[in-house]
């Protein structure tokens, strides 16, 4: 170790497209890293990554090659990601693995992380999918099955079990440890979801496990250190088992949107079920394994209803209480059965799982008439809703949750074709009378809300009714990393940037939804248009990693990527066929690799996209153009229109990025196929859009086909063309031209789907005075009007009521505030390169943000002063550089940690790590 180590620190190390570490089941990973050093001009030369089964390899003085199971071996490369790792026979099954990472400087001094731990499940290579056979009817069947016991190591032997069931349950397992395990990891899975305790304690943080997935298929299980949980003597594992989207329930009187209006929801399954095994380790070397099986014992839960719409029903008085513990009796309760289980292989869930953030307090409480109790929040966000009440045995209180109220401030759905939602989201409690205050969130479910409405009971005690003594909201949401923050000195600004962070932070769970509250779905296309916007605020690597995953899973066999995944509801024609979103396929391996310089799905995803590809030339029209989707969604309401501009743009840029794959995984061939396919699009798109002879106008411009042969000239349709490389070098300028003609009212003229385009073009026209034209308007479209009306989070639409009100598909313009108003932007792949170019010319006096990159923390900080001088502090994470773009200007001084750097006279600063003082003379 370097004498000079606190030179260089590292603050980050893991392995793509894994958010937790406790049951990989690939047998290639990757590594990456990241690195802070207060040392100037600092650089990493080389690396090397040593990995091995036995921990004590690190504290021996003399490291022993022998001990390694894999070794880079000292590698010439400033590369801190992406870095593969397969060994030979694969990852042992069950097994903890350690790694550390050494790197050298440009200097040649040693620097050493601290030493990582992941632990293994059963890899893929070998795995078979678990021995669930009910027992109970096939007793002899291990003789016929001898596959699944010939690998005892590799395979699993948990079987799943439940009581036959599609209500919620409990189901607990007693053991007793003689001896303390140095190490216990549980996995375990539930359908629908399930929470974990032992010993009566949450296994994790974690609600909602296992993440949605198309069961059929895939079905993930959850990994769980719980070594500090056991002790030696009598223990507990307990598992509450409820139904979310696997066996969707809608009672007697609940709203379900799957089974609105049709009842096209067919479920999954209608058995609820668990799934488990405990890996227990001693300091002997010793491994033992509990597993789930009819040894467990099972009972009905107190909640008779989990509806995931927001729908409990919670019988206080019918609660086990210690149920989970060692001191509880369950002679009562049933031997557990066996069960066949889900149809889908089961997987490690590699996505952040969803856990609960920030609590809202009420800012408002009020009784609008007796026996009901209305809470304000004060702000609309994905809620578990939480309320403490004290009453008598048996006493029922009604919760209800709104993003809107009435006049009389009670709950409220304002679109009249949902009003089953208004009366049929409500979950129902029963007292057990304890004379204490008794507390009850829901186990399975939750909404978007900003009131919370509470019938049955009374603020104080005196009218014959329990007493509510408080009700909270408690964000739920991904636990994916939270990355940065940025704020403006325009108030109306900051107050849209807050509405934007609750939305998007709302919308993210083990999916990426559209709205929390009444739809619920996995739809595609926000996933790629917000995902610039994204990346800004949350690491979504491995989030997306997962999507992919639900995507490929519902592609049909024609290469159809339906609209949405997993695939709930069937929808049809466009709402199921739509390149806009079945896009997604092609274009998330790209936005992992330029957002985390990451490449581990593309070899799963390209053979998908190939088939999606040659599906989508079967719906080609007049030699390469696509027009049989949505269109541009959402404008005025939901209105398709440059179906050929943006279908076709959404083609072209799918070619290039199944180019991209194939020249990754050296297919030289087929990339070179894809390139000559692209470029015969590229020719179609110009060929019917662009209009060169037209002289009523004194540009040359692009039409849609919306009306054709009428031609128009929209800035939607020069967009598109703009920020997809369509338009010919010699026609940019004209067609930039003729896109702020059409822009140049202020006036929002996009729908969800063009929206992202307009305002990147308004950032390549350097016009953030239209962007912030179009956000103020007095009337619809105008992101503003939300907030005067007093929203706290996006609508669905360009309403001033609509059914849903945490809709985040409109919230494209998130990027352009980051991208174009705090000025970062990627130029080389996860940031190794960036640009600042904050707005120089501009209304924004003083803008600052932070952002942890995957190499960091940037932050910047511009602020101009009335003698026109700006002064822009920005810190430049290790391994990083950043292009300060200058704009023309009499002077640039540039200072580096207090030590002046002289006078910059012209061109574009280009920065390595470190903080920065830049004034510049305008």
């Known amino acids: 170790m370097s004498m000079e180590s606190s030179a260089l620190v590292f603050s980050r190390c893991g392995i793509h497209g894994f958010h937790e570490v406790l049951g990989i089941d690939s ?83 040693v620097y050493k992380s601290s030493i990582q731990h992941f632990f293994t499940a059963y890899p893929r290579a070998r795995l078979l999918p678990p021995y669930s056979m009910n027992q109970t009817y096939m007793p002899h069947s291990s003789l016929i099955f001898r596959t699944w016991f010939e690998d005892e190591a ?10 036959g069931g599609d209500k919620p349950i409990y189901l607990r397992k007693s053991f007793n440890l003689p001896k303390q395990p140095t190490r216990a990891i549980l996995f375990a899975s539930g359908l629908g979801h399930f929470n974990m305790t032992v010993n009566g304690q949450p296994a994790s943080n974690h609600r909602l496990d296992p993440g949605w997935t198309g069961y059929h298929q895939r079905v993930q299980f959850t990994s769980y250190d719980v070594t500090s949980h056991l002790s030696i003597g009598e223990n507990v594992m307990g598992a509450h088992v409820g139904n979310g989207f696997y066996a969707g329930d809608k009672g007697e009187d609940r709203f379900f949107w799957p089974m609105y209006e049709d009842n096209t929801y067919v479920r999954y399954g209608n058995e609820l079920c668990f799934f488990a095994e405990l890996h227990l380790f001693y300091e002997d070397g010793s491994h033992d394994t509990l597993i789930s099986d009819p040894t467990w014992s099972v009972r009905k839960s107190a909640t008779s209803l989990a509806n995931i719409y927001a729908s409990e029903t919670h019988d206080r008085r019918l609660y086990p209480e210690n149920w989970d513990t060692a001191t509880f009796s369950s002679e009562d309760w049933k031997p557990a059965k066996p069960l066949t289980g889900p149809r889908g292989h089961i997987y490690y869930q590699t996505q952040p799982p969803v856990v609960l953030h920030e609590t809202f307090i009420p800012v408002k409480t009020y009784s609008p008439r007796k026996g009901v109790v209305c809470f304000d929040l004060g702000q609309n966000a994905s809620t578990m809703v939480q309320i403490s009440v004290e009453g008598p045995a048996g006493a029922e209180v009604i919760v209800r949750y709104s993003e809107t109220v009435n006049e009389e401030g009670t709950v409220l759905m304002p679109d009249p074709l949902f009003k089953e939602f208004e009366t049929g989201v409500f979950s129902r409690i029963y007292l057990a009378g304890t004379g204490d205050p008794e507390i009850w969130e829901p186990d399975f479910s939750f909404t978007s ?33 939270r990355l940065g923050v ?32 009444i739809e619920k779905f996995g739809w595609l296309e926000v996933t790629h248009l ?57 274009l998330l391996p790209d936005i992992l690799l ?87 699009i590229y020719d179609a798109y110009n060929r019917h859009l662009l209009v060169k002879d037209d002289s009523s106008y004194a540009h040359i411009y692009y039409t849609s086909l919306d009306d054709f042969p009428h031609r128009d000239r929209t800035a939607i349709a020069q967009a598109m063309a703009l920020q997809f490389d369509l338009c010919p070098p010699e026609y940019r300028k004209d067609v930039m031209a003729s896109f702020v003609d059409d822009a140049s009212d202020g006036r929002i003229r996009a729908g969800e789907i063009g929206l992202r385009f307009l305002f990147n073009t308004l950032a390549d026209a350097k016009r953030p005075d239209l962007v912030l034209k179009m956000a103020r308007q007095e009337e619809h479209p105008s992101y503003m009007r939300f907030l005067r009306r007093g929203e706290t989070t996006l609508l669905e639409f360009w309403q001033d009521e609509c059914r849903s009100k945490c809709h985040d598909m409109l919230g494209t313009i998130y990027e352009w505030f980051y991208s174009t108003v705090l000025g970062l ?21 003083h803008v600052q943000g932070t952002f942890d990159s995957p190499y960091g923390w940037i932050t910047i900080d511009f602020q101009r002063s009335e003698l026109n001088i700006v002064t822009l502090k920005l810190t430049v994470p290790f391994g990083t550089t950043a292009v300060v773009r200058i704009p023309c200007s009499k002077r640039v001084d540039v200072t580096r940690e207090d030590e002046a750097m002289g006078i910059h006279s012209s061109g574009d600063l280009e920065l390595l790590h470190g903080s920065y003082n830049i004034a510049i003379q305008l």
């Not at 099954?93 to 050494?102: D, G, I, L, R």
């Not at 590799?154 to 009581?163: C, E, H, L, S």
């Not at 109306?492 to 929390?516: G, I, K, M, Q, R």
């Open 27 to 109: 047998d290639e990973i990757r590594f990456y890293w990241a690195i802070n050093s207060t040392k100037k001009d600092t650089t990493q030369a080389a690396y090397r990554i040593t990995l091995t089964k036995n921990l004590k390899f690190f504290g021996s003085s003399e490291d022993e090659e022998s001990d390694l199971d894999w070794d880079s071996g000292r590698v010439e490369s400033n590369e801190q990601r992406n870095i593969i790792c397969k060994l030979n026979d694969g990852f042992r099954s069950t097994c903890s693995y350690y790694w550390q990472v050494t790197v050298w400087d440009n200097n040649n001094q």
């Open 154 to 163: 590799n395979r699993w032997k948990a079987v799943w079990i439940g009581d």
């Open 449 to 481: 809300a900003r009131y919370i409405q509470v019938e049955g009971v009374a603020l104080e005690a005196g009218d014959g009714l329990p007493v509510i003594h408080s009700a909270v909201g408690r964000h739920i949401s991904s636990a994916a990393r």
């Open 486 to 517: 940025m704020k403006t000195d325009k108030g109306d600004v900051n107050e849209l940037l807050n509405a934007l962070f609750w939305t998007f932070n709302s919308n993210l769970f083990s999916y990426h939804t559209d709205c929390p509250q």
């Open 530 to 586: 917000l995902a610039p916007a994204t990346q800004y605020i949350r690491d979504m690597e491995s989030l997306y990693t997962k999507i992919l995953d639900d995507i490929i899973d519902a592609q049909e066999r024609s290469g159809l990527v339906p609209t949405m995944a997993p695939e709930i509801r069937y929808m049809c024609g466009p709402l199921h066929d739509t390149i806009t979103w079945g896009c997604a396929l092609c």
């Open 594 to 680: 330029r957002y985390y310089g990451s490449t581990h799905v593309i070899p799963k995803v390209y053979p998908a996209a190939v088939r999606y590809m040659e599906y989508i030339l079967t719906k080609e029209r007049k030699g390469g153009l696509i027009e049989h989707g949505l269109g541009d969604w959402g404008r005025d309401i939901a209105f398709g229109n440059h179906q050929a501009n943006i279908e076709t743009a959404i083609y072209y840029k799918c070619l290039q990025c199944v180019e991209m794959m194939a020249r990754e995984l050296g297919k030289i061939e087929e990339a070179t196929k894809y390139n000559e396919w692209a470029a015969r």
């Open 825 to 845: 932007k990627p130029i080389e792949n996860a940031y190794r390169t960036f640009e600042v170019d904050p707005p120089y010319v501009s209304e924004f006096g």
